[in-house]
């Protein structure tokens, strides 16, 4: 069996790469890890939308029981709910099964700890060895065996924590909804119109095979088309377990994760709430955010690619807010990991108290033009890829080209076969152009 965890999790094709035999053995190892000095463990269990779900949820918490651990089975329910429930109820951990904006037939399963935080690689690997090895132990019998519960009020408790977070009421404002067909869909709704706000929702019809599909955080054109046609004042779309968020201005412009961050960092930097003032953001953020930061007094700190990075840091330095371009955002005073509709709510509260349309307040910052391409990879290769002198030559080469006027970033994926190549620059045309060039160098040379 090879790698497991990547950067979010244990990630793969449902039935496929992600087994009901693997999610069995990962129920056995993280009851064993997480909660090894607990007689009788309580794990959180949620998932998103699509099919596999349940399918892999049976096997998990088969495992989980196995181990004499009580798992409490919360359906569908966004990531960050998991977090935030796993502090609520004093859990020993919580599990998620979901692969957020990927498409339906692939599917994950990643661990929180009690405090609610992702698990830091050294944890993970622990779990990973189990797994390889022999994750069963001495297993119990009779009373001893584990048996699952149903949570049936999590959506309401975690509506109500969402509830808690908002500085002011919405009335007035008028936003429309991309569930991405997941597990928003219920709950961000019903959230926001608590609040006040006039809400339209789309895509909001999970069946269990369109999660994702041309819809949510990556496929946001339709969301714009509508924000146009409603005349609405901000349109908000979320991805399958709604961990982030992709917000659209009353123009139909996009406004992505570097300017939320941007818009928020501003914010609480000047009613004195951000902590150090600095932002953490990864190496993915475009330079804009920078500049733009450094003009209102607020330093950048950046980490590897990985939300679970960006909060390590966040708790080790003492600061408050982080996040990703992709949306992941961190309000560390509310949640320990990216919420998509309570970074919604932040961020309507702040356009109400500001009496300003979101296309204003996005104006904080300009973008540097930016291009990103994926070169597939064989998985075998990952290695190969890394120890490559040709390519590690064509990346210092244009990294020497955009010294001093943008930045050069080649990395790999952490959940899937891909290397992303991204490159800021002055012109745009330039930038796509060294950038496929290079992709297609590295993808044709690791065939």
């Known amino acids: 069996m090879g790698r497991l ?53 049976a096997a998990l918490v088969a495992g989980i ?12 329910l966004p990531t960050p709910g998991i977090a935030y429930l796993t ?42 060895a189990l797994v390889n090895g022999d994750p069963a132990g001495n297993l119990p019998t ?19 924590f969402l509830k808690g977070t908002a500085s002011c009421r919405l009335d007035g404002l008028h936003v429309v909804l991309d569930c991405a067909n997941g597990a928003a869909s219920q709950i ?64 139909g412009q996009l406004v992505d994760g570097d300017k939320i961050m941007a818009i928020c960092a501003a914010h609480l930097h000047r009613l004195g709430r951000l902590r150090r003032d600095t932002l953490v953001t990864t190496v993915m953020s475009n330079m804009g955010l920078e500049i733009a930061l450094r003009e209102k007094g607020i330093s950048c700190v950046r980490t590897k690619v990985g939300d679970r990075y960006v909060l390590e840091k966040m708790l080790a330095e ?27 709510i932040q961020l309507l509260c702040i356009m109400a108290e500001a009496k300003q349309p979101l296309a204003q307040l996005a104006q ?13 990879l064989p998985e075998n290769k990952r290695e190969a890829f890394a120890q490559d002198a040709e390519i590690a030559a064509r990346i210092a080469a244009l990294a020497d080209k955009y010294s001093g006027k943008g930045r050069t ?31 297609r160098f590295i993808q044709e040379r690791m065939a």
């Open 318 to 344: 003492g600061y408050s807010l982080g996040g990703e371009q992709s949306g992941h955002i961190i309000f560390l005073e509310h949640n320990t990991t990216g919420d998509g509709i309570m970074t919604a």
């Open 142 to 160: 009779g009373i001893a065996v584990g048996r699952p519960v149903r949570q049936i009020n999590a959506q309401r408790q975690y509506i109500e």
């Open 65 to 76: 029981c196995s181990q004499g651990a009580r798992p409490v089975l919360l359906g569908v």
């Open 5 to 57: 965890f990547g950067t979010d999790g244990v990630r793969g094709v449902a039935n496929a790469d992600l087994t009901c035999e693997t999610a069995y053995r990962l129920g056995q190892a993280g009851a064993r890890v997480l909660a090894s000095s607990v007689h009788r463990p309580t794990i959180l269990v949620g998932r998103d939308t699509r099919i596999s779900g349940e399918m892999l949820e």
């Open 364 to 376: 904080i910052m300009r973008a540097l033009p930016q291009a990103t391409v994926n070169a597939r």
């Open 188 to 251: 961000a709704p019903r959230a926001l119109e608590a609040l006040g706000a006039t809400v339209r929702a789309f895509y909001h019809e999970p069946d269990g095979t369109n999660i994702n599909e041309n819809c949510g955080s990556t496929h946001p054109v339709r969301l714009q088309e509508l924000v146009c046609e409603l005349g609405a004042d901000a349109g908000l779309a979320f991805d399958g377990d709604a961990d982030r968020l992709i917000a659209v201005d009353g123009r």
């Open 409 to 439: 970033l080649v990395r790999l994926s952490g959940t899937e076969p891909l290397a992303r190549v991204m490159i800021e620059g002055p012109e745009q045309r330039e930038i796509e152009a060294d950038a496929y060039a290079l992709a």
């Open 87 to 128: 502090r609520l109820y004093d859990a020993d951990a919580g599990v998620v099964i979901s692969a957020s904006h990927n498409s339906v037939e692939c599917n994950g399963i990643k661990f929180f700890d009690k405090t609610g935080c992702k698990l830091p690689d050294e944890v993970e690997d622990r779990i990973e």
